[in-house]
């Protein structure tokens, strides 16, 4: 059963860093495109970054660009998203994604997400 699992949300004052971590299990991450997400309530989940296995090409959101690294570390099978000069806006519950397409398009699988806060 393939499986993503987040950690790493929590509270964090305007101008701080947290990094988020994304565990994968029943699949190797090398093979499939890997993305964060995120999503505030009343809104559509939003893209914020990704890398492409198919390409190794990376993207990021214009409103995370210069702040945000994803990254991966195929010998734990674990993401990572480097979020730093975190804002308010940035307050979200933050998801991992697969595409099994290896593409940065269409997410097949989901973690269960984990929130993170920017406030003073």
């Known amino acids: 059963q393939a499986q993503l699992k987040e950690s790493g949300g929590g509270l964090v004052q305007p101008g701080g860093s947290l990094r988020l971590s994304c565990v994968a299990s029943?699949?190797?991450?090398?093979?499939?495109?890997i993305g964060w997400f995120r999503q505030v309530p009343g809104k559509a989940r939003e893209g914020v970054s990704c890398?492409?296995?198919?390409?190794?090409?990376?993207e990021y959101a214009d409103s995370v660009k210069g702040r945000f690294t994803i990254s991966k570390d195929n010998a734990k099978n674990t993401m990572y998203l480097q979020m730093n000069n975190l804002k308010p806006e940035d307050t979200a519950v933050y998801y991992c994604?697969?595409?099994?397409?290896?593409?940065?398009?269409?997410?097949?699988?989901w973690g269960q997400g984990t929130k993170v806060t920017v406030s003073s």
């Open positions: 890398i492409s296995s198919s390409d190794g090409s990376i």
């Open positions: 994604g697969l595409d099994l397409a290896g593409k940065c398009s269409s997410y097949d699988y």
């Open positions: 029943g699949f190797t991450l090398d093979a499939y495109g």
